[in-house]
């Protein structure tokens, strides 16, 4: 009779983190107070009450944040994260000339293995620090990037370069496609790195590789991410060059579909959002990139109403000037109500989860990433909400999204392995990542001067 008496069994497990609030982004406008997440072999296990958690699970670890709401790790749904070494170069300029007359050139004398992987793992460091735990690259050299991310166990979807003229990745059309499909073989299956093809934009690709990009898109069961819309020029272009807007010229070619990630889509009518939203297409927000360029306004509100599925990008730190995606987000809800002359519209929830799940879904990642349920890898950051910037905490969503910095990032996890504990970085050489950005600084300094 005695052994009737005695308590059960715990469950074993290897991490349980309690939080003061825990905001899981499924279901919609859900905040958990005094709950904890339960952590075995990289995913989450449970979630429940934290006197119910301290019963049920024998943890290896307890980590214990009272103060602190803990969310699903942020997506930074399209960056090129390179090109954090070029922070700062050529700013306050329109797009066109930004690019083609200074980075572009500078990239001609600069890019190559090394200059990708410093920029990477400084970016990396930076997005750690931001509470981000994944994000969608586009940029030259992907094996170095893939590698790279592999190395520090970022969650990245790696973009596969497909662009008209010759860089140092790629002199031909032929070797794009080629060297792309042996970054995909290389990766095919990783638990962390994924690939996507990355066409630059309608106005760099022609016709006949956009129709090669699809087909074996298609056959490789990987997304198409590209720059779409980013500016009234690019589509006054179009219409000159193909008697065609640029999306109806993709829809002409078979792209318009759910695998396209379509970046900034500041032009937009509304047919092209209704096309969006039949079609299963995502649409990345890249509010501060397109307002530093001027590039104009994504109807980030329209979008969401009309069913699009909307995620929240930095774009690159050399346009942003950031990878700050806790920032990112709020001005992605500010300038949406702006845009649509509507203080309802991309509320606070609608704008986090944009900043979550819908990145996780336009890379395909929805099943694994992107909310705190149990079954699904635990990518996971938490935010303290002690300091006075962000007390009283009324709602803790609100908080996070229109009053919260990024330097309240204390810790994160990626399949629940621990990348920043109390604001220190682990098994990262910050100290040998700030000299490397600091002899690029030097180097890109001497082309300019």
């Known amino acids: 009779m005695a052994a009737m008496n005695a308590p059960a069994t715990r469950q074993p497990c290897d991490l349980l983190i309690e939080a003061g609030h825990v905001i899981p982004v499924v279901p919609a406008d859900t905040v958990l107070a005094d709950h904890a997440v339960v952590i075995a072999d990289g995913r989450i296990l449970d979630v429940l009450p934290r006197a119910d958690a301290a019963s049920r699970y024998a943890p290896k670890e307890t980590i214990s944040r009272p103060a602190s709401v803990l969310l699903p790790g942020l997506v930074n749904a399209h960056t090129h994260n390179p090109m954090s070494l070029l922070r700062g170069v050529a700013d306050d300029l329109p797009l066109k000339v930004w ?47 893939a590698s790279v991310y592999r190395q520090h166990g970022f969650r990245a979807c790696i973009g596969l370069p497909v662009i008209d003229f010759p860089t140092a990745w790629a002199a031909s059309d032929d070797e794009y496609f080629d060297k792309g499909a042996e970054v995909h073989d290389q990766w095919r299956g990783d638990g962390l790195i994924g690939t996507a093809f990355a066409p630059h934009a309608p106005y760099t690709v022609n016709d006949a590789n956009f129709e090669r990009v699809r087909m074996l898109a298609d056959q490789l069961d990987i997304p198409v991410h590209l720059h779409l819309h980013e500016t009234a020029q690019e589509v006054q272009q179009s219409i000159q060059q193909h008697g065609q807007r640029p999306i109806a010229r993709l829809d002409r070619l078979g792209l318009v579909n759910d695998r396209l ?96 799940l819908g990145g996780a879904r ?55 392995a621990r990348k920043l504990d109390g604001r220190v970085l682990v098994d990262v050489d910050e100290a040998g990542i700030l000299a490397n950005a600091r002899q690029w600084r030097e180097r890109i300094a001497g082309l300019r001067s």
């Not at 980075?103 to 460091?125: H, K, Q, T, Y």
């Not at 969401?304 to 990112?328: C, F, K, P, Q, Y």
Request: aromatic share 4%; with cysteine.
């Open 261 to 356: 990630i379509a970046v900034h889509m500041t032009q937009l009518t509304e047919a092209e959002i209704a096309l969006c939203a039949e079609r299963g297409v995502s649409v990345v927000h890249c509010p501060e990139s397109n307002l530093k360029l001027a590039s104009g306004f994504c109807p980030a509100c329209a979008l969401a109403r009309a069913g699009v599925n909307l995620a929240i990008g930095t774009d690159g730190a050399a346009s942003n000037n950031d990878l700050d995606m806790i920032g990112e987000t709020r001005t992605a809800a500010l300038l949406s109500k702006a845009v649509a002359e509507d203080a309802v519209g991309l509320d606070a929830h609608a704008a986090l989860r944009a900043a979550t």
């Open 362 to 416: 336009a890379m395909g990642l929805d099943a694994a990433i992107g909310s705190i349920e149990p079954g699904k890898q635990a990518d996971l950051a938490c935010i303290d909400m002690s300091p006075l910037e962000t007390q009283p905490l009324h709602n803790a969503i609100s908080q996070l999204v229109y009053a919260t910095g990024r330097h309240q990032v204390s810790d994160v996890w990626i399949a629940g």
């Open 99 to 145: 690019l083609q007359q200074h980075i572009w050139p500078i990239e001609g004398a600069v890019m190559g293995p090394e200059f990708v992987a410093d920029g990477v793992r400084l970016s990396i460091a930076e997005m750690l620090r931001g509470g981000t735990t994944c994000c969608n690259e586009n940029y030259f050299f992907p094996d170095v990037q």
